[in-house]
């Protein structure tokens, strides 16, 4: 069975593992954005149960660009503590451990975003040079796609220090 997001209530929390595809072209890299928050984040999402973590990327990168990539490599393993703000889990710690892959980009890649969020709120791509001074999740994509490094880097973010 592929089609159960792996979200497992924990506590009076979630654990969430997910994959973000790392879209680099021309000095710029692909972001999600849409109109119920004021940030960007990477395309992506929740790894079905019964998936691969590349599996769960080349569906998500499909899904919300409308074109079929491969991977190159694995990026970043993100370990990260934050409070939900999606209705359904409001304020509530959600633990998320997520897998990055830098993606095969082809040369005449125009995506095409027809993605909702899981509370339908329609999604749009956003090219974003790492100079602009826009919010974006996670924070790192800003330093580390300005010189991409060959090997996989490891990084925590916990909101629960800074409350």
């Known amino acids: 069975m ?9 506590d009076d929390g979630f654990i969430n593992i997910r994959v973000g595809a790392i879209i680099l072209k ?11 928050v004021d940030y960007l984040y990477s395309v992506g999402g929740r790894i079905r149960f019964g ?15 409308g074109i079929k990539m491969e991977v190159d ?13 999606l209705l359904s889990r409001r304020g509530k710690l959600i633990y998320e451990v997520s897998y990055f892959f830098y993606m095969k980009v082809p040369e005449d890649f125009e995506p095409v975003s027809s993605d909702f969020t899981e509370d339908g ?3 749009h791509l956003v090219w974003v040079s790492p100079e602009e001074e826009k919010t974006m999740y996670p924070e790192f994509f800003r330093s580390e796609l ?3 490094s ?9 909101e629960r220090k800074e409350k």
């Not at 060959?150 to 916990?158: G, L, M, P």
């Open 2 to 10: 592929k089609n159960t997001d792996m979200t497992v209530p924990c």
């Open 26 to 36: 021309n000095g710029k890299f692909l972001m999600v954005g849409n109109s119920r």
């Open 51 to 65: 998936e691969t973590a590349e599996e769960a990327v080349i569906r998500e990168v499909f899904e919300e660009t």
């Open 73 to 85: 490599r694995l990026g970043f393993i993100h370990e990260n503590y934050f409070y939900g703000d």
């Open 121 to 123: 709120c329609k999604e």
């Open 146 to 148: 300005k010189c991409p």
């Open 150 to 158: 060959e090997t996989v880097r490891h990084f925590v973010t916990d």
